[in-house]
């Protein structure tokens, strides 16, 4: 009971981090159809870009408060991160919309080869370590033979996230910017007749999408201390089997499909084998899409030819 | 036999063609629309009415031709500027946003930033009352001819100075056609607003128009006021399935 106690709160934090992430790939293929493959390198840059600000601020810069450190890490690195994908859409994707359907995604694949490997570059192949921080551990339970706990991290990243995904909730339901997000998703053509640029709303959600992968991204540099240049690709792929587990398309579906695929994950590992996490978090989903083929909270009419 | 008008009209085609790839879907067609005016396009199954349609809001962008707007010229504006210009359109099936509420897409039809959004929101609940009372309804769940009343009204709330129309009478019963050439006509006396109509329904339309046009193959074959078109034998013939 402890263990199986313990593990759910491991594996509700991992998978807030894979929701946050997935909810990227669902808007953008939501609003044009297209499967973002440089989404993962996007979280990766940004747990990047976020040790070297925190870097700066605690080392160069002399901060002494950490709990300040982090808010300013936090939002500079959602702030960067997003103007990244701003301008990657711009460059690489924008242009090739007009064209046949996969040429977004082949783009993508590069963009995904190139952050890796330009990362790589600037900051070594290695594994970075992030400086200990933020230790405290709460026991839940004492006695027993094994103590549940939970960390200030931890409690960190499901507040963050919680929030985060409330001002997504509100951004997407109550704003014109939502609005015009859902009606792009619905009807392109309708919604520029009526006024809407689409152009623009599509930038929107590539930010969107970027920012939050970039509180991912900082949340995952603080929970696991370290960060490396792959790291893109494997959380990329866990993300976009959440995404598509949950029902592509569908906001709810990622946060659920991320939270399943981390629980998957942690037990797996926790009563089996950490070997073969990955291969039960894609086998959940194999077996899923077999019976429901749109995913958990996918709609009828998410097929676009 | 176009007339030409004597003050610059609200809206002009001037010689305008549009490709759907190699494929000429308009051939050069010149129209015009007065302010105030009520005109109608007639025209067989895949003559090019739509695309005329979709082609003043530069989807697809004329390839030659101009087309202008209040005098200013329009034709390589993109859509949702167009959209800001004062034009409004309720085009062929709809369109509305299904997993919206009708309020939603009603908010769709204001362009945002717009302050006289309740105003709006009066004026077209006033000639739909339905839309106030059921605004929370998903649009997707509406009959066919709720939803084509929620498509006119979303194009209303922009106020335009111009609303186009593609065969809004398709598929529905002739008493909700009744209704809304009705709410037209009325629009057209008391709001002064100008009106630009595809009809299938050829009859009632020729019958509410000021002036019509007949587009067979891409190109304006007939032009004249509804009465002279309904008038001659070889249109009734065509369109009207009367000798
Ligand atoms: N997206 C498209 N791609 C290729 N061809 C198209 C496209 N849309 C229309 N066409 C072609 O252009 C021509 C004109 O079509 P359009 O829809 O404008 O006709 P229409 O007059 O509105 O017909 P209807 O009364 O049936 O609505 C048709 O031959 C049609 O097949
Ligand atoms: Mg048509």
Known sequence: MEIFLQQLINGLTLGAIY??????????????????????????????????IFLLLTQILGLASIPLALVIVLVAAMALTGLWNFMIERLAYRRLRASFRLAPLISSIGMSIFLSNFVALAQGPRNKAVPSMLDEVFKLTEGHGYDVTLSLKQILIIAVTASLLFGLWYVVEKTPLGRAQRACEQDQTMAALLGVNVDRTVSATFVIGAVLAAAAGVLYMLYYGVVNPNDGFIAGVKAFTAAVLGGIGSLPGAVLGGLLIGLVETFWAAYFSSDYKDVAAFGVLAVTLIFLPRGLLGRADVEKV | MTMEPCSSPLLSIKGVKAFYGPVAALKGISLHVDEGEIVTLIGANGAGKSTLMMTIFGRPQASEGRILFGGTDITQRPTHEIARAGLAQVPEGRRIFPRMTVFENLQMGALNGKSSFAQDLDCVTALFPWLGTRAQQRAGTLSGGEQQMLAIGRALMSRPRLLLLDEPSLGLAPLIVKQIFEVLKRLNRDEGLTVFLVEQN???????????????????????TGRELLARDDIRAAYLGSA
Not at chain 1, 25 to 33: D, K
Not at chain 2, 202 to 224: C, F, P, Q, T, W
Request: charged share 10%; no cysteine; net charge negative.
């Open chain 2, 202 to 224: 050829a009859y009632h339309a020729l019958k509410l128009a000021d002036r019509a046009y007949v587009m067979v193959n891409g190109e304006i074959s007939h032009a004249g």
């Open chain 1, 19 to 52: 929701g946050l992430i997935a909810i990227g790939y669902t808007m953008v293929f939501g609003v044009i159809g297209m499967v973002n493959f440089a989404h993962g390198d996007v979280f990766m840059l940004s747990s990047f870009i976020a040790l070297i």
